[in-house]
């Protein structure tokens, strides 16, 4: 049994890299953007707090059992057959040494329980009484974000999609619900995730300390595109997030340009049945020749019968937000430059010329369905999940694009 | 030696004269494949149990090559989302009912009534119901495939997703209706082997005196004897849902969706146990044998394994942690989780604790329970950091929790269960697997294991979720996932590599053509007493058992010094086979007819009512069938047979054919 030396040693050497190459691992996460290690919030401090020292107990409990059963390996080796002919004390047990290792990881757990239990609760506190309560609403696959500025109980005056604007340096009080299946909201950096079951609302505190985007995606699996339900928090100083609550909050304006014009019709006669813009007028309530962009009478939604969840993302100032289609797809181009900009990117022209993925928005409206794994249906119907192919014409997209892009 | 009667009598049928069902005459001991079919062998059907559960853990397996193939790379395009939503469901689904779960029944199947000096089971026929059962619902599920898709709700398939309007194909149906199926085959087990182990104990075995394997089967029947019906519950609540309109998941309706998750979770936690049980049962068989030790505190070994069967009703929310159950909830189930650890640890630090001042010889069998030891010790520790429910509100969903599960049901579960295969074979087919080949395996196998799943805990902290398809650069995703697509290939390569050990060392045996003594590594438990492989009858006579590990102090006493000294040649205190009178339980048809209709009512329930009624003519008259047959066919042929040697002539698999044919005749 010369072997033997050698496998023990084989042994050793992929368990070591294997940790050597967790440990580098561990310390080069700046390209890893929803990293759980790299709390960025108080909720998510404290969790990392509480886990960091139970990592290195673990670690130390399964060095300790590792190379334990290495050197109980080598050193009671046989040496060869006639060695294990022989017969070892034959010790059937130890009251003393069973109880103690009974005792003592129990005691080091019953440690880690309570300050376990401290941390559940401090986490569950309520938030401040200046929080902003935003209702966050998963379905199938996109999250809906509701703002109650007013503080009347009802998160009616902000809806937005996909990307949730936060100040800094005031709690978010997070209402956490689906309209259809069940999901979960996460964003690493700020919190751990939070469930959101139909006909139950979870509360969740977050956080920020500093201005930035934080990203997340849906962890309940959810049906096809579970894996493209995203999630990004924004965080702006109070004095912008002022201005964008403002900007929310402003009317929509009718669009002037002619392309722009006949984009809203298509608008009012193709996406309405799904999609709202709140305050839009109807192009078609003008009398005789008269521009639709004078129009002035609401326009009246039909009733969505579609879709299981009953809602498709609000696009009231669309180019406000960064991303589209469940944070799958840029709505602003991934560049240095244009992430600079900020939410406010598609404020100007320049901005929307520079920024905008038309690219991507141009192929979703093109063919919805091959973009992203829905079960759209050739036709919308109750049962519908998802944007279908509308069959569009290249001018009627164009004309959308064109009409969307006045959503400011 | 001391010894009783020998005839010990199965069932109760004697007296009955009648021959019903005259057309259908009851089945003799035909060699071949009808004698597979119709056997209530308790060691046959634990053959079938792992030869099937083997199949199906190839299908699993090449669902996660297609799963690893799949997230390779960010942006894969191997499978659609639909395509890998079912894949990774019925993986998961695969491994845990159709793979680990049976592979445990089989190791159970056959080692309980020899380790406890049983005859067989106490129910033989209901043994066979089992199987097929089983068999018959993995075969209900995986039709799946070929009708429709399979299901795509993940293996925990929660409400409302799992309802007709978010999972319209049949796929879930599928699963719903093989698992109900293979559910009746735990339940019936459980109950059989609950009765085998309380009632059918030699003279002499007490419940003390009982191997550590037995034990913790033991507990694994009683956990399944109570998780099943939850399980089963909900899946007829699904079932009602989904076939038949109505509403117990309907949210809009007043439903709660958390009411399946927590009647999922029931039963899936105490199914953790279900499946790594049997495997810490298997390693403290292997470890004292080749540490020449007996196992260090078995009364702890024992006690901590009961404490692990109760303490796993306790913790079930630790799944839920993030479902929005209340802090109070979740810092019980948080302090109650960690403290199931410390069972746990018990049974770690004794394992180490025997192979402390034994003679170690690491043989392929060590190696692999050696790995359980280490590698659970991964999982185990990982699982004491989701315990920590804040923590496990950044774990839970991610890969980290794939890589935890996967350190406790691979590197836990199957590590024990190879390790048992190396250690059990030559008692079940007469000859011995590569120790050689088995020992490189085993370094690929780890390696590879590793490979795969150690990177799966730092992609789960860095936040990639399970359950999803695809993932995108820029996330650091990238590299770790490439390094468990490729230990996941490595892990199919040392697979194959134990399928050609298997092929060779049978061809090498056919060539050595040496006849393997009963008690082939020096062991300590009643099973290695008896020829290799094991007669059909078991026990020529049955045993009186005076001690813990009987068989090993028949062989050996401790002198004055407390040195243990041989006082017995192995030979002179087994048994070498050649009973005469033993009686049998008869064959029967009515077990695999009766799980036969299964599927056709499963199928009929999907797609046609009137499949059911086949299924269900089967089923009566299956039951008809046997309850009106006596247990032991009355004649069927008796009186003693003395020709039974396994020979150095014959091949295993005619010895173990021809051991049965002519055994089972005997009355």
Known sequence: MTGRARSTTARVIPLAVGAVLFLASCASGDNAPQDSLQPESPQARTIYNLIMPVFAVAGIVFFLVLFGAIYVGWRFRAKDDEDFAEFPEQVHGNFKLEIGWTILPALVLGVVGIFTVITIFDLAKKPADDAITVEVIGQQWWWEYRYDIDNDGVADEIITANDMVVPTGRDIALKIQSRDVIHSWWAPRLHGKKDAVPGRIHPLTIHTDETGEYIGQCTEFCGLSHAEMRIKVVSVTPEEFDAWVEAQMAPVVNPQDEAAIQGWSTFASTCTSCHHVRGMTDPASVDGDASPSTATAEFDYPDLINQVAGAAPDLTHFMSRSTFAGAMFDLRKDTDECNALGHTWASTEEGIEKCLNRTDLEAWLRNAPEMKAMYAGESMTPESRGMPNFNLSEDQIDQLVAYLITLK | ?667
Not at chain 2, 148 to 163: E, L, M, R, T, V
Not at chain 2, 424 to 443: A, C, E, M, Q, T
Request: aromatic share 16%; hydrophobic share 50%.
């Open chain 2, 1 to 667: 030696m001391a010894s009783t009667d020998g005839t010990l009598a199965l069932g109760t049928g004697t007296e009955a004269p009648a021959r019903p069902m005259g057309v259908f005459a009851r089945p003799r001991n035909t060699p071949g494949w009808r004698g597979w079919v119709t056997t209530v062998d308790h060691k046959r059907i634990g053959i079938m149990y792992g030869a099937a559960a083997l199949f199906f853990f190839l299908i699993g397996g090449v669902e996660a090559l297609l799963i690893r193939a799949q997230l390779a790379a960010p942006e894969g395009k191997l499978l659609s989302a639909d395509l890998y939503n079912q894949v990774f469901t019925m993986h998961g689904t695969t491994m845990i009912f159709l793979a680990v779960m049976p592979i445990g029944a089989a190791f159970m199947n056959y080692l309980i009534p020899l380790q406890i000096g049983a005859r067989d089971v106490a129910f033989p026929r209901l043994n066979a119901l089992s199987f097929w059962s089983f068999l018959f619902g993995g075969v209900i599920l995986n039709s799946a495939w070929f009708l429709g898709g399979g299901a795509d709700g993940g293996w925990f398939n929660y409400a409302p997703n799992n309802g007709v309007i978010f999972s319209p194909s049949h796929g879930i149906d599928f699963w719903n209706l093989g698992l109900i199926f293979t559910g009746i085959s735990s339940l019936v087990g459980a109950v059989n082997l609950i009765t085998t182990v309380l009632n059918m104990r030699a003279p002499g075995m007490t419940l003390m005196r009982m191997p550590v394997f037995t034990w913790m089967s033991f507990v694994t029947q009683f956990l399944l004897l109570f998780a099943i019906p939850v399980l089963t519950s909900a899946q007829f609540l699904l079932l009602f849902d989904r076939l038949f309109g109505a509403r117990f998941f309907d949210v809009s309706m007043g439903a709660d969706p958390l009411l399946w998750e927590h009647l999922f979770w029931i039963f899936g936690h105490p199914e953790v146990y279900i499946m790594i049980l049997p495997a810490f049962g298997i390693v403290s068989e292997i470890i004292p044998v080749f540490a020449r030790k007996p196992i260090f505190g078995y009364p702890f070994m024992v006690f901590s394994g009961i404490a692990i069967g109760f303490m796993g009703w306790g913790v079930w929310a630790h799944h839920m942690f993030a479902s929005g159950i209340g802090p109070i909830s979740v810092a019980a189930f948080s302090v109650a989780t960690m403290f199931i650890a410390v069972p746990t640890g018990v049974k770690i630090l004794n394992w180490l604790a025997t192979m402390w001042g034994g003679k170690l010889k690491f043989t392929a069998p060590m190696l692999y329970s050696i790995g359980l030891v280490t590698m659970f010790t991964i999982g185990g520790l990982s699982g004491v950091t989701h315990a920590v429910s804040p923590a496990d509100t950044q774990q839970t969903d991610t890969y980290y929790i794939v890589a935890h599960f996967h350190y406790v049901l691979f590197g836990g579960a199957l590590f024990g269960f190879v390790g048992g295969w190396y250690f059990w074979w030559p008692k079940v087919f007469g000859f011995k697997l590569s120790d050689y080949h088995g020992r490189i395996n085993f370094w690929i196998l780890l390696v590879g294991f590793n490979l795969t799943f150690g990177p799966m805990h730092i992609l789960g902290l860095q936040g990639m979720p399970r359950r999803t398809y695809t993932y995108r650069t820029g996330y650091g995703f990238n590299f770790w996932n490439l390094v468990a697509t490729i230990g996941a290939f490595m892990i199919a390569a040392s697979f194959l590599y134990f399928f050609w050990i298997i092929w060779r060392s049978y061809r090498q045996s056919k060539v050595d053509a040496v006849a393997l003594s009963g008690d082939p590594w020096d062991s300590r438990s009643l099973e290695w007493m008896v020829p290799c492989p094991t007669p059909a009858h078991n026990f020529d006579v049955t045993p009186t058992v005076h001690a813990l590990d009987d068989f090993w102090h028949r062989k050996y006493d401790e002198d004055e010094n407390g040195r243990l000294v041989r006082i017995a040649a192995t030979e002179d205190v087994s048994q070498d086979g050649s009973a005469t009178d033993v009686h049998l339980p008869s064959p029967s048809y009515w077990p695999f007819v009766l799980a036969a209709g299964f599927p056709f009512v499963a199928w009929g329930l999907i797609f046609n009512m009137w499949l059911c009624v086949i299924g269900g003519i089967a089923i009566v008259s299956a039951l008809w069938g046997w309850v009106v047959e006596p247990s032991v066919d009355p004649e069927g042929e008796h009186g003693p047979h003395d020709d039974h040697h396994p020979t150095a002539d014959d091949s295993p698999a005619e010895a173990e054919a021809g051991a049965s044919e002519e055994a089972a005749l005997v009355d």
